[in-house]
């Protein structure tokens, strides 16, 4: 944790009402920071490259490109950086993809002041920011995997040849990755096909996909 009478914060958001807005509960969460504000991403990576940060609200849409820029400079350049993303998506493919990037914790902004700063206070506890929705997807995700790799009856090793199939691998590249034979590499792949109800390569991605086996980014 970064020591609040000397940290700074930064605040990205587009909106003028909703960016102060964001400012005021920094400052309830953490009186001893400095908060400095952008109102989009170029202010937002000059910033970066002047200044370190201890905290970040990031937006994720923004007027000049995405929030995720932000995010990955900050992980990439300031990975003491605690980064939050402050937005109104309320879906998987935002909330895992910011998290990917290297965000720390993900509020929605619709929420009341008081709720706001106690996600944000919740990081003193080494709790991670992050909205109770999105908390709910996280867990929704993640049980659904393992329900749906538990119902495919994948063996260990049919569940690393899906893998490799279904990013893209060759029988024969995967047969050498996993040193095994080009036939016995076929045999696995038949008989994930039958298990899974697939009958081509596209149909088996989607399914690795599904069960969480490979990432889309």
């Given at each position: 944790?970064?020591?609040?009478?000397?940290?700074?914060?930064?605040?990205?958001?587009?909106?003028?009402?909703?960016?102060?807005?964001?400012?005021?509960?920094?400052?309830?969460?953490?009186?001893?920071?400095?908060?400095?504000?952008?109102?989009?991403?170029?202010?937002?990576?000059?910033?970066?490259?002047?200044?370190?940060?201890?905290?970040?609200?990031?937006?994720?849409?923004?007027?000049?490109?995405?929030?995720?820029?932000?995010?990955?400079?900050?992980?990439?350049?300031?990975?003491?950086?605690?980064?939050?993303?402050?937005?109104?998506?309320?879906?998987?493919?935002?909330?895992?993809?910011?998290?990917?990037?290297?965000?720390?914790?993900?509020?929605?902004?619709?929420?009341?002041?008081?709720?706001?700063?106690?996600?944000?206070?919740?990081?003193?506890?080494?709790?991670?920011?992050?909205?109770?929705?999105?908390?709910?997807?996280?867990?929704?995700?993640?049980?659904?995997?393992?329900?749906a790799l538990a119902q495919a009856k994948l063996t260990p090793r049919e569940v690393e040849v899906l893998c490799l199939i279904?990013?893209?691998?060759?029988?024969?590249?995967?047969?050498?990755?996993?040193?095994?034979?080009?036939?016995?590499?076929?045999?696995?792949?038949?008989?994930?096909?039958?298990?899974?109800?697939?009958?081509?390569?596209?149909?088996?991605?989607?399914?690795?996909?599904?069960?969480?086996?490979?990432?889309?980014?």
């Amino acid at each position: 944790m970064w020591v609040e009478e000397q940290g700074s914060a930064l605040v990205v958001e587009d909106n003028p009402e909703t960016r102060v807005w964001l400012c005021s509960c920094v400052v309830s969460a953490f009186p001893g920071l400095t908060v400095h504000a952008a109102a989009n991403l170029a202010e937002a990576m000059s910033l970066l490259g002047g200044m370190q940060f201890d905290l970040a609200l990031v937006d994720l849409g923004l007027p000049d490109g995405s929030g995720m820029d932000v995010i990955r400079a900050l992980h990439s350049a300031q990975a003491q950086c605690h980064v939050v993303v402050a937005t109104i998506y309320d879906d998987d493919r935002n909330l895992f993809a910011a998290l990917k990037s290297g965000a720390k914790g993900y509020i929605l902004k619709d929420q009341d002041r008081g709720r706001i700063v106690s996600y944000l206070q919740g990081i003193k506890k080494d709790q991670p920011a992050m909205s109770a929705a999105s908390s709910q997807r996280l867990i929704n995700h993640f049980n659904n995997k393992a329900d749906a790799l538990a119902q495919a009856k994948l063996t260990p090793r049919e569940v690393e040849v899906l893998c490799l199939i279904g990013k893209g691998f060759s029988v024969e590249d995967a047969a050498g990755m996993l040193q095994l034979s080009t036939d016995t590499v076929k045999g696995y792949v038949k008989t994930i096909y039958n298990k899974l109800g697939v009958s081509n390569r596209s149909e088996v991605t989607l399914e690795a996909i599904r069960l969480g086996l490979i990432d889309v980014d």
